[in-house]
């Protein structure tokens, strides 16, 4: 009698892929899973959820960049010079209609001056063609005529005035100057 | 062996099985919801085994499974709150590992390393494990551990939506609408993804299922 022949027992890809679950760690991974876990836990109960974090620097950075708006608006109304005169002109508008005085903007176009540090009343008349004679020939000597050096005041006082003098001409920067200067000197 | 598949007991039970265990998580949700932060570990201590295997046959790396699985459950912690009961626990859950391990591997798609955990040793005395070696003429643990690989090479070389449909109906044995409510889609995708996918497996694994 001939021997019944065995069919190979056919191996299906389901049963394979059934062996992925037979890769498991092992007891001890487990516990080091829930030490980590459970410390992980406790942090984010600790802490703040991440969307409140997230609002919190979307905030933030919105702050910057007004703060950042509201410097570039600043310094754009010094550095152009129209606004001056758009000043001038809403103030010539008010007298106007108004009749109230309004105080005089130096224009900036025109030389503002620090009169600098000396006394008011030295500062009535420093043209140089009515330079005191004290202030021609070799410097003084401090020791021998003290008379000739100024006290320097305490309050210093800056006054800007109408060009009616070139007394300081060192001194004589215009606002728009300024704002250059203090540009080349930030970059 | 029971040991190995108790992990899937839930998932391969009957649905009224699932219903029950859905209002037990959800009775332990709510509890969380209320501030007893304990029930959350009743649940980290029920999902954590299959969480981590989803995320390890996703990444092939056991060490990146591990910090990913915590990962999943920290931010099911933070956005509990947010769990309404529309859909069971589980499978929200499943979301959220499955979105954190696909945004990862997205991420790490050029820099990928693999580390595998240890197959048991009770699979070198299955059937399984007998007829293979008698078919292909080779040593039980040379074939068991050069299966792994193989089986590991095979699903690393499929595109993550089929492997994730894979991972998650073939291993982790969820039916094919739990899969389309963790990967938000049709039934039908799902369908189709996993047919595409297993002719792919089944051309890699040509040596093993002749």
């Given at each position: 009698m001939p021997e019944p022949t065995q069919t190979p027992r056919k191996i299906t890809l389901e049963e394979l892929l059934r062996?992925?679950?037979?890769?498991r760690p092992g007891p001890e991974y487990w516990a080091r899973f829930d030490r980590e876990l459970n410390e992980k836990v406790w942090r984010a109960l600790a802490q703040p959820a991440p969307h409140t974090n997230w609002l919190a620097g979307l905030w933030e950075r919105r702050m910057r960049w007004l703060a950042a708006g509201a410097a570039a608006v600043a310094v754009g109304f010094v550095a152009w010079p129209g606004h001056v005169a758009t000043i001038q002109k809403s103030a010539a508008s008010l007298v106007a209609t108004t009749g109230f005085s309004a105080p005089q903007f130096p224009s900036a176009r025109e030389p503002v001056r620090v009169?600098?540090?000396?006394p008011t009343s030295e500062n009535a008349d420093t043209s140089p063609a009515n330079?005191?004679?004290?202030?021609?020939?070799s410097a003084p000597d401090a020791s021998t005529n003290p008379a000739v050096f100024h006290k320097v005041p305490a309050t210093v006082a800056f006054a800007t005035e109408r060009p009616?003098?070139?007394?300081f001409a060192s001194d004589t920067l215009s606002t728009a100057d300024s704002v250059i200067r203090s540009r080349e000197t930030a970059y | 062996m029971s040991r190995l598949f108790a992990n899937t007991k839930i998932l391969d039970s009957a649905p009224s099985e699932h219903a029950a265990e859905a209002s037990v998580d959800l009775a332990l949700v709510q509890r969380v919801q209320a501030g007893d932060v304990r029930a959350f570990d009743v649940l980290i201590q029920k999902y954590r085994e299959r969480l981590y295997a989803i995320i390890y046959n996703l990444t092939a790396n056991r060490e990146d499974a591990s910090d990913l699985a915590q990962e999943a459950f920290i931010r099911a912690f933070r956005s509990i709150?947010?769990?309404?009961?529309?859909?069971s626990f589980f499978t929200w859950l499943y979301r959220i590992a499955v979105n954190a391990s696909l945004t990862h591997l997205k991420r790490n798609r050029l820099r990928r390393f693999f580390s595998f955990d240890n197959l048991s040793e009770e699979i070198s005395q299955s059937e399984l494990a007998e007829t293979l070696a008698d078919k292909l003429k080779t040593d039980k643990p040379m074939l068991i551990k050069e299966l792994q690989e193989k089986l590991n090479e095979a699903l690393q070389r499929l595109s993550l939506n089929h492997r994730t449909v894979v991972v998650l109906f073939e291993?982790?044995?969820?039916s094919h609408q739990e899969i389309a409510q963790v990967m938000e889609c049709s039934e039908g995708t799902v369908r189709s993804r996993l047919h595409y996918a297993k002719l792919q497996l089944q051309s890699y694994l040509q040596d093993y299922l002749r």
């Open positions: 062996l992925k679950r037979h890769e009169a600098a540090i000396f330079a005191p004679a004290r202030y021609a020939g009616n003098g070139a007394r | 709150g947010r769990f309404k009961g529309d859909s291993i982790e044995g969820l």
